[in-house]
T-cell receptor, first 113, second 113 residues
Framework: NAGVTQTPKFQVLKTGQSMTLQCAQD?????MYWYRQDPGMGLRLIYY???????DKGEVPNGYNVSRLNKREFSLRLESAAPSQTSVYFC????????????FGSGTRLTVV | SQELEQSPQSLIVQEGKNLTINCTSS?????LYWYKQKYGEGLIFLMM?????EEKSHEKITAKLDEKKQQSSLHITASQPSHAGIYLC?????????????FGTGTRLKVLA
């Protein structure tokens, strides 16, 4: 089924460890995004990629890096995890105008201890 | 399933004018979020409302949630060209087992200088 696939679904890290969250979409969308969801904060944009080969910072980029590997894949890396990065992470993609609709992945629940 | 309907779908206003965007839910809202989006730049979280009758403001934008928690409005005072974009309301969708998040249909705002 077409959509956005995120892995892993759950992860527990120790402070200082690193990890990469993977995201892939098969809808031929140009734009891809990484969000984090914290209680009472709504979705906050970490990084986005408007098209293959470009990435830009969102609202809360500190502590993260991203790679737009190709048109399908957009990964998020935590180089040195901190407890403040405990959150639910969502990858999303969107098509060109006039369709601004988002397709979200199922999320990754990350706990940093 | 829960749905969020926004009105109007699009809006063109002269700079300096006030405007209101509405978001109506088919079910009681337990968390209502407002976002602003520019194409390819991802969603920017504006405000979250949880309690019936709650009202929050940020700069010239005010959001309200009605007492029955089924309708929210976003009001922009003295609009500026920088307010242009797409405004989306979002809500947590209570679904057992899997996290779900839904968005309204979106309102495209254009502000004429």
């Amino acid at each position: 089924n077409a959509g956005v696939t995120q892995t892993p679904k759950f992860q527990v890290l120790k402070t200082g460890q690193s990890m990469t969250l993977q995201c892939a979409q098969d809808m031929n969308h140009n734009s891809m995004y990484w969000y984090r969801q914290d209680p009472g904060m709504g979705l906050r944009l970490i990084y986005y990629s408007a098209s293959e080969g470009t990435t830009d910072k969102g609202e809360v980029p500190n502590g993260y890096n991203v790679s737009r590997l190709n048109k399908r894949e957009f990964s998020l890396r935590l180089e040195s995890a901190a407890p403040s990065q405990t959150s639910v992470y969502f990858c999303a993609s969107s098509g060109p105008p006039p369709d601004y609709g988002y397709t979200f992945g199922s999320g990754t629940r990350l706990t940093v201890v | 399933s829960q749905e969020l309907e926004q009105s109007p779908q699009s809006l063109i206003v002269q700079e300096g004018k006030n405007l209101t965007i509405n978001c109506t839910s088919s079910k009681t809202l337990y968390g209502l979020y407002w976002y602003k989006q520019k194409y390819g730049e991802g969603l920017i979280f504006l405000m979250m409302l949880q309690k019936g009758g709650e009202e929050k403001s940020h700069e010239k934008i005010t959001a309200k949630l009605d007492e029955k928690k089924q309708q929210s409005s976003l009001h922009i005072t003295a609009s500026q060209p920088s307010h242009a974009g797409i405004y989306l309301c979002g809500a947590d969708s209570p679904t057992s087992g899997t996290y779900k998040y839904i968005f309204g249909t979106g309102t495209r705002l254009k502000v004429l200088a």
